[in-house]
Protein backbone atom coordinates (compact mmCIF):
# COMPACT_ATOMS: atom_id res chain seq x y z
CA UNK A 1 0.00 0.00 0.00
CA UNK A 2 1.46 3.37 -0.65
CA UNK A 3 0.78 6.73 1.22
CA UNK A 4 1.68 10.31 -0.35
CA UNK A 5 1.25 13.03 1.70
CA UNK A 6 1.26 16.90 0.52
CA UNK A 7 1.64 19.73 3.06
CA UNK A 8 3.67 23.39 3.34
CA UNK A 9 4.90 21.89 6.63
CA UNK A 10 6.31 18.80 5.54
CA UNK A 11 8.23 18.22 8.95
CA UNK A 12 5.01 18.31 10.79
CA UNK A 13 4.76 14.49 9.17
CA UNK A 14 8.44 13.26 10.88
CA UNK A 15 6.44 11.29 13.56
CA UNK A 16 5.35 8.87 10.87
CA UNK A 17 8.98 7.73 11.18
CA UNK A 18 8.66 6.17 14.53
CA UNK A 19 7.31 3.59 15.89
CA UNK A 20 4.82 1.07 14.19
CA UNK A 21 4.25 3.31 10.87
CA UNK A 22 7.91 3.91 10.66
CA UNK A 23 9.27 0.38 11.35
CA UNK A 24 5.95 -0.64 8.78
CA UNK A 25 8.41 1.76 6.33
CA UNK A 26 11.64 -0.21 6.54
CA UNK A 27 10.01 -3.45 6.49
CA UNK A 28 8.34 -2.55 3.31
CA UNK A 29 5.32 -3.10 4.30
CA UNK A 30 3.87 0.43 3.20
CA UNK A 31 5.25 2.79 1.24
CA UNK A 32 4.49 6.57 2.67
CA UNK A 33 6.18 10.05 0.80
CA UNK A 34 5.99 13.39 2.16
CA UNK A 35 5.90 16.26 -1.01
CA UNK A 36 5.88 19.74 -0.08
CA UNK A 37 3.38 21.90 -1.36
CA UNK A 38 6.29 24.83 -2.29
CA UNK A 39 8.01 22.51 -4.83
CA UNK A 40 5.09 22.55 -7.14
CA UNK A 41 4.97 26.11 -7.15
CA UNK A 42 6.76 28.17 -10.49
CA UNK A 43 6.74 31.93 -8.86
CA UNK A 44 9.98 33.29 -7.17
CA UNK A 45 8.17 33.33 -3.53
CA UNK A 46 6.23 30.09 -3.77
CA UNK A 47 3.03 31.46 -2.91
CA UNK A 48 0.22 29.06 -1.76
CA UNK A 49 -2.37 31.38 -0.92
CA UNK A 50 -4.95 34.41 -2.15
CA UNK A 51 -7.52 36.47 -0.66
CA UNK A 52 -11.07 34.71 -0.96
CA UNK A 53 -13.44 35.96 -3.66
CA UNK A 54 -16.10 37.34 -2.04
CA UNK A 55 -14.25 38.51 0.95
CA UNK A 56 -14.26 37.32 4.42
CA UNK A 57 -11.26 36.32 6.76
CA UNK A 58 -8.10 34.51 6.14
CA UNK A 59 -6.53 33.36 2.85
CA UNK A 60 -7.16 29.88 0.71
CA UNK A 61 -4.77 27.88 -1.01
CA UNK A 62 -4.53 28.70 -4.79
CA UNK A 63 -5.39 25.76 -7.46
CA UNK A 64 -2.58 25.83 -9.53
CA UNK A 65 0.38 23.95 -6.78
CA UNK A 66 -2.19 21.94 -6.13
CA UNK A 67 -2.51 20.22 -9.16
CA UNK A 68 0.44 19.99 -10.17
CA UNK A 69 1.36 17.71 -7.14
CA UNK A 70 -1.84 15.79 -7.25
CA UNK A 71 -0.97 15.33 -11.23
CA UNK A 72 2.41 14.19 -10.48
CA UNK A 73 2.11 12.39 -7.71
CA UNK A 74 -0.83 10.37 -9.88
CA UNK A 75 1.56 10.15 -12.64
CA UNK A 76 4.51 8.41 -10.62
CA UNK A 77 2.74 5.79 -9.03
CA UNK A 78 0.28 4.36 -11.97
CA UNK A 79 -2.91 2.72 -10.60
CA UNK A 80 -3.37 -1.05 -10.29
CA UNK A 81 -5.53 -3.09 -12.53
CA UNK A 82 -9.20 -2.74 -11.26
CA UNK A 83 -9.94 -6.23 -10.46
CA UNK A 84 -13.84 -5.06 -9.34
CA UNK A 85 -13.97 -3.77 -13.07
CA UNK A 86 -15.31 -6.04 -15.57
CA UNK A 87 -12.88 -6.78 -18.53
CA UNK A 88 -14.45 -5.32 -22.12
CA UNK A 89 -12.89 -7.35 -24.95
CA UNK A 90 -9.98 -5.73 -26.41
CA UNK A 91 -9.71 -2.58 -23.95
CA UNK A 92 -7.13 -2.07 -21.83
CA UNK A 93 -8.01 -3.10 -18.38
CA UNK A 94 -9.50 -0.94 -16.33
CA UNK A 95 -7.37 0.95 -13.82
CA UNK A 96 -8.60 1.60 -9.89
CA UNK A 97 -7.88 5.86 -8.96
CA UNK A 98 -6.21 6.40 -5.98
CA UNK A 99 -8.27 7.79 -3.40
CA UNK A 100 -7.67 11.90 -3.02
CA UNK A 101 -8.49 12.60 1.21
CA UNK A 102 -8.89 15.99 1.99
CA UNK A 103 -8.97 17.07 5.73
CA UNK A 104 -11.32 18.82 6.87
CA UNK A 105 -13.58 19.75 9.36
CA UNK A 106 -16.34 19.74 7.00
CA UNK A 107 -15.61 16.36 5.51
CA UNK A 108 -17.29 13.07 6.73
CA UNK A 109 -16.38 11.72 9.78
CA UNK A 110 -13.51 9.33 10.08
CA UNK A 111 -14.41 5.95 12.00
CA UNK A 112 -12.99 2.69 12.50
CA UNK A 113 -15.13 1.46 9.55
CA UNK A 114 -13.70 4.01 7.41
CA UNK A 115 -10.27 3.20 8.55
CA UNK A 116 -10.95 -0.14 7.63
CA UNK A 117 -12.85 0.10 3.82
CA UNK A 118 -9.15 2.87 3.49
CA UNK A 119 -6.84 0.29 4.70
CA UNK A 120 -8.45 -2.18 1.42
CA UNK A 121 -7.01 0.35 -1.37
CA UNK A 122 -3.91 0.61 -3.03
CA UNK A 123 -3.28 4.00 -2.98
CA UNK A 124 -4.18 7.02 -0.80
CA UNK A 125 -3.29 10.89 -1.36
CA UNK A 126 -3.71 13.42 1.85
CA UNK A 127 -4.04 17.04 0.42
CA UNK A 128 -3.44 18.76 3.54
CA UNK A 129 -5.08 21.88 3.66
CA UNK A 130 -4.06 25.31 5.55
CA UNK A 131 -5.82 28.90 6.55
CA UNK A 132 -9.29 29.19 5.22
CA UNK A 133 -8.94 25.35 3.15
CA UNK A 134 -8.24 24.79 -0.62
CA UNK A 135 -10.09 26.25 -4.10
CA UNK A 136 -13.04 24.04 -4.18
CA UNK A 137 -12.29 24.09 -7.81
CA UNK A 138 -9.06 21.40 -7.14
CA UNK A 139 -11.47 19.12 -5.30
CA UNK A 140 -13.55 19.00 -8.54
CA UNK A 141 -10.80 18.90 -11.24
CA UNK A 142 -9.12 15.76 -9.02
CA UNK A 143 -11.99 13.88 -9.34
CA UNK A 144 -11.23 12.82 -13.28
CA UNK A 145 -7.86 11.11 -11.53
CA UNK A 146 -9.20 10.47 -8.44
CA UNK A 147 -11.69 9.24 -5.76
CA UNK A 148 -12.27 12.39 -3.55
CA UNK A 149 -13.30 12.54 0.01
CA UNK A 150 -13.60 15.39 2.38
CA UNK A 151 -12.70 13.69 5.85
CA UNK A 152 -13.14 15.43 9.35
CA UNK A 153 -11.54 14.11 12.55
CA UNK A 154 -14.35 15.20 14.85
CA UNK A 155 -16.78 18.49 15.45
CA UNK A 156 -14.17 20.38 16.27
CA UNK A 157 -11.21 23.06 13.88
CA UNK A 158 -7.38 22.22 13.84
CA UNK A 159 -5.04 24.66 12.02
CA UNK A 160 -4.80 22.65 9.36
CA UNK A 161 -4.82 19.11 7.68
CA UNK A 162 -1.35 17.35 8.76
CA UNK A 163 -2.62 16.51 12.76
CA UNK A 164 -5.80 14.88 11.05
CA UNK A 165 -3.03 12.80 8.54
CA UNK A 166 -1.05 11.66 11.28
CA UNK A 167 -4.35 9.92 13.00
CA UNK A 168 -5.61 8.41 10.21
CA UNK A 169 -2.12 7.09 8.60
CA UNK A 170 -1.75 5.79 12.42
CA UNK A 171 -5.43 4.20 12.03
CA UNK A 172 -5.32 2.90 8.98
CA UNK A 173 -1.82 1.65 8.60
CA UNK A 174 -2.19 -0.69 11.87
CA UNK A 175 -4.59 -2.22 9.66
CA UNK A 176 -2.64 -3.35 7.01
CA UNK A 177 -1.28 -6.85 7.51
CA UNK A 178 1.51 -7.37 9.23
CA UNK A 179 2.16 -4.13 10.80
CA UNK A 180 0.23 -5.14 14.20
CA UNK A 181 2.68 -7.70 15.34
CA UNK A 182 -0.43 -9.68 16.83
CA UNK A 183 -3.05 -9.31 14.72
CA UNK A 184 -5.42 -10.58 17.82
CA UNK A 185 -4.87 -6.89 19.36
CA UNK A 186 -7.00 -6.07 16.70
CA UNK A 187 -10.06 -7.98 17.42
CA UNK A 188 -11.49 -7.15 21.23
CA UNK A 189 -9.99 -2.89 20.84
CA UNK A 190 -12.78 -0.48 21.41
CA UNK A 191 -15.06 0.32 18.06
CA UNK A 192 -14.16 -2.84 16.62
CA UNK A 193 -17.52 -4.47 17.71
CA UNK A 194 -18.98 -1.13 17.90
CA UNK A 195 -18.78 -0.82 21.51
CA UNK A 196 -15.84 0.62 23.78
CA UNK A 197 -12.89 -1.78 25.37
CA UNK A 198 -13.29 -3.59 28.53
CA UNK A 199 -10.83 -1.81 31.64
CA UNK A 200 -7.46 -3.64 31.41
CA UNK A 201 -5.24 -4.78 34.68
CA UNK A 202 -1.49 -5.75 35.22
CA UNK A 203 0.41 -6.88 37.88
CA UNK A 204 0.58 -6.04 40.86
CA UNK A 205 -2.62 -7.48 41.64
CA UNK A 206 -3.35 -5.04 44.56
CA UNK A 207 -1.41 -1.50 44.03
CA UNK A 208 -2.67 1.70 46.40
CA UNK A 209 -5.53 -0.31 48.43
CA UNK A 210 -6.95 -1.47 45.11
CA UNK A 211 -7.11 -4.76 43.70
CA UNK A 212 -7.74 -6.23 40.44
CA UNK A 213 -11.33 -7.70 40.04
CA UNK A 214 -11.14 -11.08 41.50
CA UNK A 215 -12.39 -12.69 38.48
CA UNK A 216 -9.92 -11.47 35.95
CA UNK A 217 -7.16 -13.91 38.79
CA UNK A 218 -9.76 -16.71 38.73
CA UNK A 219 -8.87 -18.76 35.39
CA UNK A 220 -12.18 -18.84 34.61
CA UNK A 221 -12.27 -18.21 30.99
CA UNK A 222 -16.11 -18.13 30.31
CA UNK A 223 -16.42 -15.57 33.34
CA UNK A 224 -13.30 -13.84 32.13
CA UNK A 225 -15.12 -12.93 29.24
CA UNK A 226 -18.86 -12.60 30.44
CA UNK A 227 -16.80 -9.50 32.78
CA UNK A 228 -15.47 -8.73 30.08
CA UNK A 229 -18.63 -7.86 27.65
CA UNK A 230 -20.27 -6.30 31.07
CA UNK A 231 -17.84 -3.70 31.17
CA UNK A 232 -17.81 -3.02 27.56
CA UNK A 233 -21.65 -2.48 27.58
CA UNK A 234 -21.55 -0.25 30.73
CA UNK A 235 -18.70 1.44 29.17
CA UNK A 236 -20.49 2.30 26.60
CA UNK A 237 -23.74 3.08 28.05
CA UNK A 238 -22.01 5.91 30.16
CA UNK A 239 -19.62 7.40 27.55
CA UNK A 240 -20.70 6.94 24.80
CA UNK A 241 -24.53 6.01 24.42
CA UNK A 242 -24.89 6.98 20.72
CA UNK A 243 -22.94 3.88 19.81
CA UNK A 244 -25.37 1.86 21.75
CA UNK A 245 -28.28 3.03 19.91
CA UNK A 246 -26.30 2.23 16.31
CA UNK A 247 -25.48 -1.26 17.74
CA UNK A 248 -27.57 -3.91 15.98
CA UNK A 249 -27.92 -6.72 19.69
CA UNK A 250 -30.39 -8.80 17.57
CA UNK A 251 -27.80 -11.78 18.64
CA UNK A 252 -27.53 -10.68 22.16
CA UNK A 253 -27.56 -13.30 24.53
CA UNK A 254 -30.01 -13.61 27.64
CA UNK A 255 -27.00 -12.08 30.07
CA UNK A 256 -26.05 -9.18 27.83
CA UNK A 257 -30.23 -8.38 27.64
CA UNK A 258 -29.90 -8.59 31.24
CA UNK A 259 -27.23 -6.31 31.47
CA UNK A 260 -28.87 -3.92 28.83
CA UNK A 261 -32.14 -3.61 30.61
CA UNK A 262 -29.98 -2.51 34.35
CA UNK A 263 -28.62 -0.32 32.37
CA UNK A 264 -32.11 1.03 31.36
CA UNK A 265 -32.49 -0.31 27.97
CA UNK A 266 -34.88 -2.68 26.41
CA UNK A 267 -34.42 -4.60 23.13
CA UNK A 268 -36.94 -4.18 20.15
CA UNK A 269 -36.99 -5.00 17.18
CA UNK A 270 -33.17 -5.92 17.43
CA UNK A 271 -32.02 -2.43 19.21
CA UNK A 272 -31.19 -0.98 22.35
CA UNK A 273 -34.04 1.45 23.27
CA UNK A 274 -33.56 3.56 26.46
CA UNK A 275 -36.86 3.12 28.54
CA UNK A 276 -38.28 5.94 29.86
CA UNK A 277 -37.98 6.96 33.53
CA UNK A 278 -34.31 5.71 33.32
N1 LIG B 1 -8.62 20.51 9.44
C1 LIG B 1 -9.05 21.39 10.33
N2 LIG B 1 -9.88 20.86 11.22
C2 LIG B 1 -9.98 19.53 10.87
C3 LIG B 1 -10.71 18.44 11.38
N3 LIG B 1 -11.51 18.54 12.42
N4 LIG B 1 -10.58 17.26 10.77
C4 LIG B 1 -9.78 17.12 9.68
N5 LIG B 1 -9.09 18.12 9.16
C5 LIG B 1 -9.17 19.32 9.74
Same mark, same amino acid.
Given at each position: MRFDVVSIFPEYLAPLELSLIGKARTDGLLELAVHDLRSYTQDRHRTVDDTPYGGGAGMVMKPEPWAQALEDIAAAAPPAPDKAAAP $?? %?AAPARKKPTLIVPSPAGEVFTQQLAYELAGEDHLVFAC %?? *?EGIDERVLEWAAEQYTVRSVSL %?? *?VLNGGEVAVLAMVEAIGRLIPGVVGNPESLVEESHSDGLLE *???YTKP $????DRDVPEVLLSGNHGKIAKFRREHQLRRTAARRPDLLDKLDVSNFSKTERNVLWELGYAVVDGRAVRRTGK
Amino acid at each position: MRFDVVSIFPEYLAPLELSLIGKARTDGLLELAVHDLRSYTQDRHRTVDDTPYGGGAGMVMKPEPWAQALEDIAAAAPPAPDKAAAP $SP %GAAPARKKPTLIVPSPAGEVFTQQLAYELAGEDHLVFAC %GR *YEGIDERVLEWAAEQYTVRSVSL %GD *YVLNGGEVAVLAMVEAIGRLIPGVVGNPESLVEESHSDGLLE *YPVYTKP $SSWRDRDVPEVLLSGNHGKIAKFRREHQLRRTAARRPDLLDKLDVSNFSKTERNVLWELGYAVVDGRAVRRTGK
